[in-house]
């Protein structure tokens, strides 16, 4: 199991909406509007750094109203 967070900036005023769309994608487990640098906060449990990929860079980023995201994979 690889566990991943995946932080998202979204475009001014996306942010109820783009935390309801990522809770929605297969592999993300929970997902939460958070104060600071970036919007949300998505957490993903999924079977391979190669999910983390598709989840992050195909499903998240392509979500429109995505400004960036940043993805960080657990170690432990």
């Not at 809770?23 to 999924?46: F, S």
């Given at each position: 199991?690889?566990?991943?967070y995946?932080?998202?900036?979204?475009?001014?005023?996306?942010?109820d909406?783009?935390?309801?769309?990522?809770?929605e994608?297969?592999?993300?487990?929970?997902?939460?509007?958070?104060?600071?640098d970036?919007?949300i906060i998505?957490?993903?449990?999924?079977d391979?750094?190669?999910?983390?990929k598709?989840?992050s860079?195909?499903?998240?980023?392509?979500?429109?109203g995505v400004?960036?995201?940043?993805?960080?994979?657990?170690?432990?």
């Amino acid at each position: 199991m690889v566990t991943a967070y995946v932080m998202v900036k979204a475009n001014t005023g996306e942010a109820d909406r783009l935390k309801t769309a990522i809770e929605e994608i297969d592999g993300v487990g929970e997902a939460h509007i958070v104060a600071g640098d970036v919007d949300i906060i998505a957490k993903l449990d999924v079977d391979s750094p190669g999910r983390v990929k598709e989840i992050s860079a195909n499903a998240i980023q392509g979500i429109s109203g995505v400004e960036d995201t940043r993805t960080y994979i657990a170690m432990d």
